[in-house]
T-cell receptor, first 113, second 113 residues
Framework: DGGITQSPKYLFRKEGQNVTLSCEQN?????MYWYRQDPGQGLRLIYY???????QKGDIAEGYSVSREKKESFPLTVTSAQKNPTAFYLC????????????FGPGTRLTVL | SQQGEEDPQALSIQEGENATMNCSYK?????LQWYRQNSGRGLVHLIL?????REKHSGRLRVTLDTSKKSSSLLITASRAADTASYFC?????????????FGKGTMLLVSP
């Protein structure tokens, strides 16, 4: 089955710790995205990548970092610099940055204790 | 700032009734998309309408776009309990520095049996 997987589904972390969220796709898509969703809110773009070894900041990149070493993978690191990291994180991909019908993973719920 | 804003924030109907959700946006767009999100899950793409289109159908879904009013509506006909979800519009703005989507805060639809 083609699709996007995110792991883990639930993640708990102590304040001051960095944590990395996994996102993998086997759709052969060039573009990948990370969003943050807070309760009752829409999605806000954290980072996106148009192609391997390239990525750009979205609207709320502060306190986050990404890498895109492989086409299939776009991991997101939530650093200790992120002031309010507790949220639902969604990864998505699209065929390209201009063909932007997006396919979403199931999400990772991060809770900072 | 959010490009798209859905209205109403929440909608409660009985099975068999039609559900209409609206989306307003601020700047010129290339296309407008509607997504669905079941509670605690990722988003699923429903339909895309381009700026030169006025209406589009997909099964029980009907989307209209009025670029002069910068608004769109999503109609779900003969609703079912399984349609219970949040629905988001997403716009691809013409004058954005990058071609990514901006999501609204969503309409939460509850369909009662």
């Amino acid at each position: 089955d083609g699709g996007i997987t995110q792991s883990p589904k639930y993640l708990f972390r102590k304040e001051g710790q960095n944590v990395t969220l996994s996102c993998e796709q086997n759709l052969n898509h060039d573009a990948m995205y990370w969003y943050r969703q807070d309760p009752g809110q829409g999605l806000r773009l954290i980072y996106y990548s148009q192609i391997v070894n390239d990525f750009q900041k979205g609207d709320i990149a502060e306190g986050y970092s990404v890498s895109r070493e492989k086409k299939e993978s776009f991991p997101l690191t939530v650093t200790s610099a992120q002031k309010n990291p507790t949220a639902f994180y969604l990864c998505a991909s699209s065929r390209s940055i201009s063909y932007n019908e997006q396919f979403f993973g199931p999400g990772t719920r991060l809770t900072v204790l | 700032s959010q490009q798209g804003e859905e209205d109403p924030q929440a909608l409660s109907i009985q099975e068999g009734e039609n559900a209409t959700m609206n989306c307003s946006y601020k700047t010129s767009i290339n296309n407008l998309q509607w997504y669905r999100q079941n509670s605690g899950r990722g988003l699923v793409h429903l339909i895309l309408i381009r700026s030169n289109e006025r209406e589009k159908h997909s099964g029980r879904l009907r989307v209209t776009l009025d670029t002069s009013k910068k608004s769109s509506s999503l109609l779900i006909t003969a609703s079912r309990a399984a349609d219970t979800a949040s629905y988001f519009c997403a716009t691809d703005a013409v004058d954005s520095g990058y071609s990514t989507l901006t999501f609204g805060k969503g309409t939460m639809l509850l369909v009662s049996p």
